[in-house]
């Protein structure tokens, strides 16, 4: 033993080297077990080692015995456990392929799954909006239904109520503004808005409309916001011109003197009531226009009015001066010049005297009259001499007619134009003008008038000498010595006295006319 153990020690091999082949000696080293019986091993004796490969024979034969009965008693359990472990490890080489494809659509599954949250919290949103929505469904309709509350009230005329739903939706506005329906709500609103002011604009230009209509329809459209104060005033007064506009065309067409008449009583009419309603709904205005004083403030106010006072006065003379082109009535023309001197003094008090501009109108009508006049005596008096041409049968007539009393009436024709008619009938017609149109004679017409009547008498004159040349030339010497006579009566007596007669229209003593010069141009007859 002693030899075996000295042997033992100085060999340098180990114990799993001499027992095991070298390539077997590796495995031992790592084996837990191996390692356990070699350690177990060591501590025989002698008689246990020489016994135990006996042993390990005997172990090994009872082992394989088992394995037998172990391997018989389960073997469909082998066989299965076989296809088992062989179907799991096809599933695991296929899970294996699939796997590199399962990872490449992982970042893709994980954007959907965080789309999917994404998509479940806005629905969540929506959800809740829809419940709050549902709990507040009849606020909601009541809110939907303002425009057509507001249609509903102004086409009813309820102006009041109309404008409350207008104020309650530019509060929302104000405090919920961001809502689109909000804002559809309000657009809607603005819409039906201008739809009132149409309304509004038809109140103010109704024939039928009185200070009380006037005074709420100018409340609303300040209300409205819509227009400023000079905005407010413009729109009034352009609103009543267009009221006014619609009544006088209602009158009766035509440029006689009812006409005329009834335009302007009607214009003078509709001016004074659309002021006294301005300075009724506008009083500040009234006080500026009292008071004169550029200075004070919202003279604005009475610079407008006193500019529309002027355009209505424009449109007032234009429409005036369209009228009087077939006038040919002098005591129709004082009527009409009367009256619209009295608009033009009405007018006075707005700053807007317009009488100043009537004048010139009033002498072109009252020249024309004139000339118009003249000119017709012009044609009487050629007609006439043609008709009268036999003077003989009224020579004498004057001796048989009592002489007037000049000291009564120092304007009364001379007696002897009843032997001569021709003249006679001249110094009617020019009379009847001077009749015609003496309560309408304007001195400012003097140099035109004596003008055109120096004209005229020259033009009668001329007919004279015409009518002496033409029938007297061949007649006989008493024809031609009453025509003589009928000359020298025109010139002593009839020219003198239409001059005198010329001269009293125009209040003046002295002759506007050269009466000389007149008569020696019938010296030659």
Same mark, same amino acid.
């Given at each position: 033993?002693?030899?075996?153990?000295?042997?033992?020690?100085?060999?340098?091999?180990?114990?799993?080297?001499?027992?095991?082949?070298?390539?077997?000696?590796?495995?031992?080293?790592?084996?837990?077990?191996?390692?356990?019986?070699?350690?177990?091993?060591?501590?025989?004796?002698?008689?246990?080692?020489?016994?135990?490969?006996?042993?390990?024979?005997?172990?090994?034969?009872? !082992?394989?015995?088992?394995?037998?009965?172990?391997?018989?008693?389960?073997?469909?359990?082998?066989?299965?456990?076989?296809? /088992?472990?062989?179907?799991?490890?096809?599933?695991?080489?296929? !899970? /294996?392929?699939?796997?590199?494809?399962?990872?490449?659509?992982?970042?893709?599954?994980?954007?959907? /799954?965080?789309?999917?949250?994404?998509?479940?919290?806005?629905?969540?949103?929506?959800?809740?909006?829809?419940?709050?929505?549902?709990?507040?469904?009849?606020?909601?309709?009541?809110?939907?239904?303002?425009?057509?509350?507001?249609?509903?009230?102004?086409?009813?005329?309820?102006?009041?109520?109309?404008?409350?739903?207008?104020?309650?939706?530019?509060?929302?506005?104000?405090?919920?503004?961001?809502?689109?329906?909000?804002?559809?709500?309000?657009?809607?609103?603005?819409?039906?808005?201008?739809?009132?002011?149409?309304?509004?604009?038809?109140?103010?230009?109704?024939?039928?409309?009185?200070?009380?209509?006037?005074?709420?329809?100018?409340?609303?459209?300040?209300?409205?916001?819509?227009?400023?104060?000079?905005?407010?005033?413009?729109?009034?007064?352009?609103?009543?011109?267009?009221?006014?506009?619609?009544?006088?065309?209602?009158?009766?067409?035509?440029?006689?003197?009812?006409?005329?008449?009834?335009?302007?009583?009607?214009?003078?009419?509709?001016?004074?009531?659309?002021?006294?309603?301005?300075?009724?709904?506008?009083?500040?205005?009234?006080?500026?226009?009292?008071?004169?004083?550029?200075?004070?403030?919202?003279?604005?106010?009475?610079?407008?009015?006193?500019?529309?006072?002027?355009?209505?006065?424009?449109?007032?003379?234009?429409?005036?001066?369209?009228?009087?082109?077939?006038?040919?009535?002098?005591?129709?023309?004082?009527?009409?010049?009367?009256?619209?001197?009295?608009?033009?003094?009405?007018?006075?008090?707005?700053?807007?005297?317009?009488?100043?501009?009537?004048?010139?109108?009033?002498?072109?009508?009252?020249?024309?009259?004139? /000339?118009?006049?003249?000119?017709?005596?012009?044609?009487?008096?050629?007609?006439?001499?043609?008709?009268?041409?036999?003077?003989?049968?009224?020579?004498?007539?004057?001796?048989?007619?009592?002489?007037?009393?000049?000291?009564?009436?120092?304007?009364?024709?001379?007696?002897?134009?009843?032997?001569?008619?021709?003249?006679?009938?001249?110094?009617?017609?020019?009379?009847?003008?001077?009749?015609?149109?003496?309560?309408?004679?304007?001195?400012?017409?003097?140099?035109?008038?004596?003008?055109?009547?120096?004209?005229?008498?020259?033009?009668?004159?001329?007919?004279?000498?015409?009518?002496?040349?033409?029938?007297?030339?061949?007649?006989?010497?008493?024809?031609?010595?009453?025509?003589?006579?009928?000359?020298?009566?025109?010139?002593?007596?009839?020219?003198?006295?239409?001059?005198?007669?010329?001269?009293?229209?125009?209040?003046?003593?002295?002759?506007?006319?050269?009466?000389?010069?007149?008569?020696?141009?019938?010296?030659?007859?």
């Amino acid at each position: 033993m002693a030899r075996i153990g000295q042997e033992t020690h100085d060999d340098p091999r180990t114990l799993e080297q001499l027992l095991f082949p070298s390539d077997k000696c590796q495995e031992l080293v790592n084996n837990v077990l191996a390692q356990e019986y070699l350690s177990e091993l060591t501590s025989y004796g002698l008689q246990q080692i020489l016994a135990e490969p006996q042993r390990v024979l005997k172990e090994k034969q009872s !082992l394989d015995r088992e394995m037998q009965d172990l391997s018989w008693t389960n073997y469909r359990t082998f066989i299965d456990s076989s296809k /088992c472990t062989q179907f799991i490890k096809e599933q695991v080489s296929e !899970l /294996c392929t699939i796997t590199p494809t399962v990872q490449g659509h992982l970042d893709e599954l994980s954007v959907t /799954c965080q789309n999917t949250a994404n998509v479940s919290q806005k629905l969540l949103a929506k959800r809740k909006e829809n419940n709050i929505t549902l709990q507040h469904h009849t606020t909601i309709l009541e809110f939907l239904e303002i425009p057509q509350m507001m249609y509903t009230c102004i086409k009813n005329q309820c102006y009041e109520e109309a404008l409350e739903l207008h104020q309650f939706s530019r509060k929302m506005v104000e405090e919920h503004g961001h809502i689109p329906a909000i804002k559809l709500i309000a657009k809607e609103v603005e819409t039906i808005k201008q739809s009132m002011i149409k309304h509004l604009h038809s109140q103010l230009i109704a024939t039928n409309t009185t200070l009380s209509d006037a005074f709420q329809v100018i409340n609303y459209l300040s209300r409205l916001d819509v227009y400023s104060d000079y905005e407010l005033r413009m729109l009034f007064l352009r609103s009543r011109e267009e009221q006014m506009e619609y009544t006088l065309s209602l009158l009766p067409p035509g440029n006689n003197f009812l006409s005329i008449s009834k335009m302007i009583d009607t214009t003078r009419a509709e001016v004074q009531d659309i002021l006294n309603h301005y300075f009724s709904l506008f009083p500040e205005d009234f006080d500026q226009e009292s008071s004169s004083d550029p200075s004070k403030p919202n003279n604005g106010g009475s610079i407008l009015i006193a500019t529309w006072g002027w355009h209505i006065s424009n449109k007032f003379i234009d429409r005036l001066r369209l009228s009087l082109r077939d006038i040919q009535d002098g005591t129709f023309l004082a009527n009409i010049s009367s009256s619209s001197m009295f608009f033009g003094k009405v007018m006075a008090r707005f700053g807007c005297d317009f009488r100043g501009k009537l004048v010139p109108i009033f002498e072109n009508v009252l020249v024309r009259l004139f /000339c118009s006049s003249l000119d017709n005596a012009d044609k009487g008096f050629v007609q006439n001499l043609r008709k009268f041409h036999d003077l003989s049968a009224h020579a004498g007539l004057s001796a048989y007619t009592p002489q007037a009393d000049e000291g009564k009436d120092a304007l009364s024709a001379p007696i002897i134009l009843l032997d001569y008619p021709p003249i006679a009938l001249l110094t009617n017609a020019v009379l009847s003008t001077f009749n015609d149109l003496r309560t309408c004679w304007l001195y400012s017409i003097q140099d035109s008038a004596t003008k055109h009547f120096q004209k005229f008498l020259k033009q009668a004159i001329l007919r004279l000498f015409e009518y002496k040349e033409q029938h007297i030339s061949g007649k006989k010497p008493e024809d031609k010595e009453l025509f003589s006579k009928m000359c020298i009566a025109f010139s002593e007596e009839v020219i003198p006295y239409l001059v005198k007669c010329f001269n009293r229209i125009f209040s003046t003593s002295k002759n506007l006319l050269n009466v000389a010069e007149l008569q020696l141009s019938l010296c030659t007859l």
